[in-house]
């Protein structure tokens, strides 16, 4: 499955992973993925959201 939120549509970030010896491979930074049920058109729905749209309040989750 993808790890991209639900929200704001942020995905993984991609670098290089660099050892002392100066070998360069490739890595992803990952996003910080929480499933929550959220409030959607009034209706309570699972979604994929990252910990920075849950802070943000851009989430209303479901009690």
Known sequence: MAQICDVCGRGPKFGNRISHAHN???????????SVRALV???GRR????????RS??????A
């Open 24 to 34: 360069v491979t490739k890595r992803r930074w990952n996003l910080n993925l929480q």
């Open 41 to 43: 058109n009034g209706a």
């Open 47 to 54: 979604m994929r959201v990252c910990t920075s749209c849950i």
């Open 57 to 62: 309040n851009k989430v209303q989750k479901v």
